[in-house]
């Protein structure tokens, strides 16, 4: 019982972590009237805690995979949002059905041609880190 509320305790304090991350992104953003919003500017300094160490994976890894957990919950509003939008699915469903299998065809054989071309380098040694 004790480890499950400790462990409980962990995740929250993860998740608040991550959440201070995107909140200090977010105040960048909006102080130096960036273009970039502020969740990125804070995913992007996370990664930088990350990559130079100042943050060990430990002290997020649990908070961050709960919250990969539940993210498509976040997405239900957007789709239940499509049937306000009926009529113009009626007339330009297919149009838009088009669009989305030629999108994600194009993203899908981008995304596996740069990934066959870093496994391929990374087999002649020559990726720098």
Same mark, same amino acid.
């Given at each position: 019982?004790?480890?499950?509320?400790?462990?409980?305790?962990?995740?929250?304090?993860?998740?608040?972590?991550?959440?201070?991350?995107?909140?200090?992104?977010?105040?960048?953003?909006?102080?130096?009237?960036?273009? +970039?919003?502020?969740?990125? =500017?804070?995913? @992007?300094?996370?990664? !930088?805690? $990350?990559?130079?160490?100042?943050?060990?994976? /430990?002290?997020?890894?649990?908070?961050?995979?709960?919250?990969?957990?539940?993210?498509?919950?976040?997405?239900?509003?957007?789709?239940?949002?499509?049937?306000?939008?009926?009529?113009?699915?009626?007339?330009?469903? +297919?149009?838009?059905?088009? =669009?989305?299998? @030629?999108?994600?065809? !194009?993203? $899908?054989?981008?995304?596996?041609?740069?990934? /066959?071309?870093?496994?391929?380098?990374?087999?002649?040694?020559?990726?720098?880190?």
């Amino acid at each position: 019982m004790r480890s499950k509320t400790l462990l409980g305790v962990t995740v929250i304090l993860q998740i608040v972590l991550i959440s201070c991350f995107a909140m200090i992104g977010d105040w960048i953003s909006l102080t130096l009237h960036l273009p +970039l919003p502020g969740n990125i =500017i804070g995913l @992007i300094l996370l990664y !930088l805690a $990350l990559k130079s160490r100042l943050l060990q994976i /430990d002290h997020v890894e649990r908070g961050g995979k709960l919250l990969l957990l539940v993210m498509p919950l976040f997405f239900v509003p957007a789709l239940s949002g499509i049937m306000d939008y009926t009529d113009f699915m009626r007339q330009s469903g +297919l149009q838009v059905l088009v =669009i989305l299998v @030629i999108s994600s065809l !194009l993203t $899908l054989t981008g995304s596996a041609y740069i990934v /066959d071309r870093l496994a391929r380098r990374k087999e002649e040694g020559t990726v720098h880190e």
